[in-house]
Structure formats: structure tokens, C-alpha cells
């Protein structure tokens, strides 16, 4: 009962935060703003992320593909899927919703239980809309900038450590990368992060609205967000991938 | 003016606010008072909107306040200023930027414009050369001064300042109090004050509503409640040795 309950405030909360904007410009400007915290900010942890990732992947395929009988550019094949398909779409969100999710949600938490979110309903601002609403669009804007990012160095990472070692020669392992690509992959990867992106934004979002209390509290609501926002990206990463991949 | 016709408040079946009515008058500091948990936060709350009530019904110069839409309640609201116990300063905006927040949302004032009006609500709440500063930069009583000062950019018609002492030393509490007085009487705004503090109450009580136990137990002035015979108001009025000996004198 507690889930559908806590569903359906979801719900109506979302139902608040798609009403139509106050002013447009000052959410556009909030917009360009969140752009710059929730996305450009996390390029950096991405980036290490990615490249070690790809660059683990790239050794663990090269020591089980250790059979004369099974190509070298299968890891470089073998790399590619596992970046595209899952690593940058999937554990990447994983670690944004960590990254992410726990700063809106002690955000807007901090700003309930200062009454700043009461301040804005005062002045005749919407204020699920005005915090909530350009943090989803910007996620959903800069997430799949991110992936593609995460992507390229993942792949940069792999040949890197493929050559470096000796693994895998530069050759084979761009051969593997280019062998029956196909772009869907990308398209595929690039919905399930805008679906993730939109998870994370709103799910954090509304923790940290419903905050009550006080610090003690806008922690908890951050650790929700961030544990209710992994669990529904893993959700969704199952029926996303039977949808469209099945 | 304001109206609070009967209204009725519970929480999980606890009736907080028990049929109160009551009028707050324009160009007057209208004050409720009343000890920790008589419910004077929650009748200002309702009194906002910011709680749904029960029962009864709240009227903005006879716009029922209760039973009109969410938009048009929005509406209303922009004819309203507040002050929030902690002063409720965006964090993320400078002192400038919170001021001219709420001209940038509902006026098409240019930029130039919107920092004038800015720098002169700033100026009327005594505070110059802070536009650049962060609430974190701020002391106490500054963040309630442009508190103030963003409450009153947007001209309001209605003032609703909740416990506007508290955490202050007497002497910039009573800096706060005076210049809601005078923001009051020189815009005609209808100023409600939630407080506590008996120092607003004789300096600048032009209507007081004293709430007990959820009831509008007495109305009056700052002169009639220092004579009243009734026995809760003196009971707040006289809490501290300090009132007391100077009642005795």
C-alpha cells in the first residue's frame, strides 16, 4: 500500500511539475543553468570512470579470448557491444543517479526545510515547476552528451590499455570496433539513457520535495533518491531492453 | 482587508484553529499572538494558503481566498509579501537577485529598471553596498532586512511576517519592528505579524489578536492589553519578572 501511495504522490507531483511555466525565459534561464551543474559538472568523474571501465574491459576480453581459434578483433568487437550497449548507458546513469540525484534531492530538500520552497508558492511561483522542470529537461538534455562522451573514452580507454599491453594490436582491435556495427545500438543506448535521465531527475525531485524536517532528514531524502533512483533504472534497463532489443 | 470567517484547522483528527474569525485591517500591523503551540503559525499558514483549511473560509478584500483556483489563488499571492522566520533567502542568489526575483517573475521591467527598484527597497530597509553578497555573508538581522526588502519589491497589498524577532537582539528587533510599522502605514499595506515577542507587541500592536489554546481568546490594542482583566493574556503578558516588576511600578 505504501508503494502505491507513494506512487501516486509521484504521480501528482509530476502532474505539478508539467503545468505551464510562469515565465518562460527565467526557466529558460535556470535551464542553461542546470545544464552547467547537473551535466558539465559530472564530465570529469565520467571521464575517469569511462576510460578505466574500457580499459578493463578491453584486458578481461583479451585474457579470455586466449583460443587460436577465435579472432583478435573479437575483442575489439566484444569491447564496442558491451560499451554501447550497457557499461556507458546503464552503469554510467548508475553512477549519475549517485552524483546527481543525491544533489537535487538535498537541494530542493535543504530549500524545504529553509521555507524557501514555501517562499515561492508565497510569491505565486509553482514550485514543483520552477525547481524540478528545468533540472528533468537539463538531464534530459545532457545525459545523452555525457554517454556519447562516455562512449568514445570507454572505446579510447580499451585501445589504450589493448596496445599498451600488447594485447591487441591497434589493427584488430579497430576492425573489431568497425565489424557489423550497427547504428540502432547507439539509438538504443541513447533512449534508455534519456528514459534513465528522466528517472533520476524526477524520481531525486520528488525526495526532496517531500522533505520534512531537517538535516537529518534532507540526508535520508538524498539517500532515497539515490537508492529509489538506481532501483528504477534497473527496472526500466530490463523492460527497456526486452522492449527494444527483443 | 483580511477575513478569517470560522475557520477550523485539525491534524490527524487534533483541531489545531477552532473556529476562528477575525479581521486584519489595511495600514495597520496587525499582530497575533499567543504562546508556543496555541496555533498562530497555523493560522497564518492558512491564512496563506500554504495549509488547506477545514472549515470556514479567508477573504483578500472579499476575494474568498479558500474556494477560488489554483491559478487564480497564484494570482492573489502576487499581491502578497512575506517575511519567513529565517528570512528564507534564495541561497543561490545574491541579496540583489533575490530582491528583483520576484519583479523578474511577474513584471516586464527591464534589467535596469528592476535594480533600481532593487537598490531602492534595499535603501528603505537601511542595507546599501550588499547587492553582491550571499545570505551566507549576511548576519541575522541583515537577511531579515532583505527579507523585508524582497517582500515589499513587487508592492505588495498584503504583509505577512512570521516570528520577525526571533533569533535578534532587542535593539535590532525593534529596528525590524519599526520599519514593517512604517512600510505598513506608508504603502497601506495589510501587515499581519505573528509573534511572541511582548516588545512588538507594545511598540507596534495597532491590532492584536491573542490565540489560546486554538481560539481567538481576545482582540485589542497595544494600550487595552496591558489593562485587560482577562486571566491567559495577562498570564503571557506578566510570563517574565521583568513585566511583572514593571507592572508593579
Same mark, same amino acid.
Given at each position: 500500500m505504501k508503494i502505491l501511495s507513494e506512487v501516486g504522490r509521484y504521480l501528482v507531483l509530476m502532474k505539478q511539475v508539467f503545468?505551464?511555466?510562469?515565465k518562460q525565459s527565467i526557466y529558460r534561464k535556470q535551464l542553461w543553468l542546470e545544464m552547467d551543474n547537473l551535466g558539465l559538472d559530472s564530465l570529469g568523474i565520467v571521464a575517469i570512470i569511462s576510460i578505466f571501465m574500457g580499459a578493463v574491459v578491453t584486458i578481461q576480453m583479451a585474457f579470455n579470448v586466449d583460443s587460436p581459434l577465435i579472432p583478435l578483433y573479437t575483442i575489439g568487437f566484444a569491447t564496442r557491444k558491451s560499451v554501447i550497449l550497457e557499461f556507458s548507458p546503464t552503469i554510467v546513469s548508475l553512477i549519475l543517479a549517485g552524483k546527481v540525484g543525491s544533489r537535487i534531492a538535498s537541494e530542493i530538500g535543504t530549500m524545504r526545510v529553509t521555507e524557501q520552497i514555501d517562499a515561492l508558492e508565497i510569491m505565486g511561483i509553482n514550485p514543483a515547476a520552477f525547481l524540478i522542470l528545468p533540472k528533468i529537461i537539463a538531464s534530459i538534455i545532457i545525459y545523452p552528451f555525457l554517454i556519447l562522451v562516455s562512449m568514445f573514452l570507454a572505446i579510447s580507454g580499451g585501445w589504450l590499455a589493448g596496445s599498451l599491453t600488447g594485447l591487441v594490436a591497434t589493427n584488430d582491435y579497430v576492425y573489431g570496433l568497425q565489424y557489423?556495427?550497427?547504428m540502432f545500438d547507439i539509438t538504443y543506448a541513447l533512449i534508455k539513457t534519456v528514459v534513465f535521465a528522466f528517472l533520476t531527475a524526477s524520481v531525486s525531485g520528488y525526495y526532496g520535495y517531500y522533505t520534512s524536517g531537517g538535516a537529518l532528514e534532507v540526508g535520508r531524502s538524498s539517500t532515497k533518491a539515490v537508492v529509489n533512483s538506481s532501483i528504477m533504472i534497473i527496472l526500466f534497463n530490463l523492460i527497456l531492453t526486452q522492449l527494444l532489443l527483443a | 482587508m483580511i477575513e478569517a470567517i470560522n475557520v477550523s484547522k485539525s491534524f490527524n483528527n487534533h483541531e489545531v484553529l477552532k473556529n476562528i474569525s477575525v479581521k486584519f485591517e489595511k495600514g495597520k500591523t496587525n499582530l497575533i499572538i499567543g504562546q508556543s503551540g496555541s496555533g498562530k503559525t497555523v493560522l497564518m499558514k492558512c491564512l496563506v494558503g500554504l495549509f488547506p483549511i477545514d472549515k470556514g473560509s479567508i477573504n483578500f478584500d472579499g476575494r474568498s481566498f479558500s474556494t477560488i483556483s489554483y491559478e487564480e489563488k497564484k494570482k492573489v499571492r502576487q499581491e502578497i509579501g512575506m517575511l519567513f522566520q529565517g528570512g528564507a533567502?534564495? @541561497?543561490?542568489?545574491?541579496v540583489e537577485e533575490n530582491v528583483v526575483f520576484p519583479l523578474s517573475m511577474f513584471t516586464e521591467m527591464s534589467n535596469n529598471e528592476k535594480i533600481e527598484r532593487a537598490n531602492f527597497c534595499l535603501k528603505r530597509v537601511n542595507l546599501e553596498n550588499v547587492n553582491k553578497l550571499f545570505p551566507s555573508e549576511l548576519s541575522g538581522g541583515m537577511k531579515k532586512r532583505v527579507a523585508i526588502a524582497r517582500a515589499i519589491s513587487a508592492n505588495p497589498k498584503y504583509l505577512f511576517c512570521d516570528e520577525?524577532?526571533?533569533?535578534? @537582539?532587542p535593539a535590532t528587533s525593534i529596528v525590524i519592528d519599526n520599519l514593517i510599522s512604517e512600510i505598513t502605514q506608508e504603502y497601506q499595506i495589510t501587515t499581519v505579524i505573528n509573534t511572541h515577542d511582548m516588545n512588538s507587541v507594545i511598540e507596534i500592536g495597532d491590532k492584536i489578536a491573542f490565540i489560546y489554546k486554538g481560539n481567538l481568546w481576545w482582540e485589542g490594542d497595544k494600550n487595552s492589553i496591558l489593562h485587560t482583566d482577562n486571566k491567559e493574556i495577562n498570564d503571557f503578558v506578566y510570563a517574565t519578572e521583568l513585566t511583572r516588576r514593571l507592572k508593579g511600578k
Amino acid at each position: 500500500m505504501k508503494i502505491l501511495s507513494e506512487v501516486g504522490r509521484y504521480l501528482v507531483l509530476m502532474k505539478q511539475v508539467f503545468r505551464k511555466p510562469e515565465k518562460q525565459s527565467i526557466y529558460r534561464k535556470q535551464l542553461w543553468l542546470e545544464m552547467d551543474n547537473l551535466g558539465l559538472d559530472s564530465l570529469g568523474i565520467v571521464a575517469i570512470i569511462s576510460i578505466f571501465m574500457g580499459a578493463v574491459v578491453t584486458i578481461q576480453m583479451a585474457f579470455n579470448v586466449d583460443s587460436p581459434l577465435i579472432p583478435l578483433y573479437t575483442i575489439g568487437f566484444a569491447t564496442r557491444k558491451s560499451v554501447i550497449l550497457e557499461f556507458s548507458p546503464t552503469i554510467v546513469s548508475l553512477i549519475l543517479a549517485g552524483k546527481v540525484g543525491s544533489r537535487i534531492a538535498s537541494e530542493i530538500g535543504t530549500m524545504r526545510v529553509t521555507e524557501q520552497i514555501d517562499a515561492l508558492e508565497i510569491m505565486g511561483i509553482n514550485p514543483a515547476a520552477f525547481l524540478i522542470l528545468p533540472k528533468i529537461i537539463a538531464s534530459i538534455i545532457i545525459y545523452p552528451f555525457l554517454i556519447l562522451v562516455s562512449m568514445f573514452l570507454a572505446i579510447s580507454g580499451g585501445w589504450l590499455a589493448g596496445s599498451l599491453t600488447g594485447l591487441v594490436a591497434t589493427n584488430d582491435y579497430v576492425y573489431g570496433l568497425q565489424y557489423q556495427f550497427k547504428m540502432f545500438d547507439i539509438t538504443y543506448a541513447l533512449i534508455k539513457t534519456v528514459v534513465f535521465a528522466f528517472l533520476t531527475a524526477s524520481v531525486s525531485g520528488y525526495y526532496g520535495y517531500y522533505t520534512s524536517g531537517g538535516a537529518l532528514e534532507v540526508g535520508r531524502s538524498s539517500t532515497k533518491a539515490v537508492v529509489n533512483s538506481s532501483i528504477m533504472i534497473i527496472l526500466f534497463n530490463l523492460i527497456l531492453t526486452q522492449l527494444l532489443l527483443a | 482587508m483580511i477575513e478569517a470567517i470560522n475557520v477550523s484547522k485539525s491534524f490527524n483528527n487534533h483541531e489545531v484553529l477552532k473556529n476562528i474569525s477575525v479581521k486584519f485591517e489595511k495600514g495597520k500591523t496587525n499582530l497575533i499572538i499567543g504562546q508556543s503551540g496555541s496555533g498562530k503559525t497555523v493560522l497564518m499558514k492558512c491564512l496563506v494558503g500554504l495549509f488547506p483549511i477545514d472549515k470556514g473560509s479567508i477573504n483578500f478584500d472579499g476575494r474568498s481566498f479558500s474556494t477560488i483556483s489554483y491559478e487564480e489563488k497564484k494570482k492573489v499571492r502576487q499581491e502578497i509579501g512575506m517575511l519567513f522566520q529565517g528570512g528564507a533567502l534564495f @541561497d543561490s542568489m545574491n541579496v540583489e537577485e533575490n530582491v528583483v526575483f520576484p519583479l523578474s517573475m511577474f513584471t516586464e521591467m527591464s534589467n535596469n529598471e528592476k535594480i533600481e527598484r532593487a537598490n531602492f527597497c534595499l535603501k528603505r530597509v537601511n542595507l546599501e553596498n550588499v547587492n553582491k553578497l550571499f545570505p551566507s555573508e549576511l548576519s541575522g538581522g541583515m537577511k531579515k532586512r532583505v527579507a523585508i526588502a524582497r517582500a515589499i519589491s513587487a508592492n505588495p497589498k498584503y504583509l505577512f511576517c512570521d516570528e520577525p524577532n526571533s533569533g535578534l @537582539d532587542p535593539a535590532t528587533s525593534i529596528v525590524i519592528d519599526n520599519l514593517i510599522s512604517e512600510i505598513t502605514q506608508e504603502y497601506q499595506i495589510t501587515t499581519v505579524i505573528n509573534t511572541h515577542d511582548m516588545n512588538s507587541v507594545i511598540e507596534i500592536g495597532d491590532k492584536i489578536a491573542f490565540i489560546y489554546k486554538g481560539n481567538l481568546w481576545w482582540e485589542g490594542d497595544k494600550n487595552s492589553i496591558l489593562h485587560t482583566d482577562n486571566k491567559e493574556i495577562n498570564d503571557f503578558v506578566y510570563a517574565t519578572e521583568l513585566t511583572r516588576r514593571l507592572k508593579g511600578k
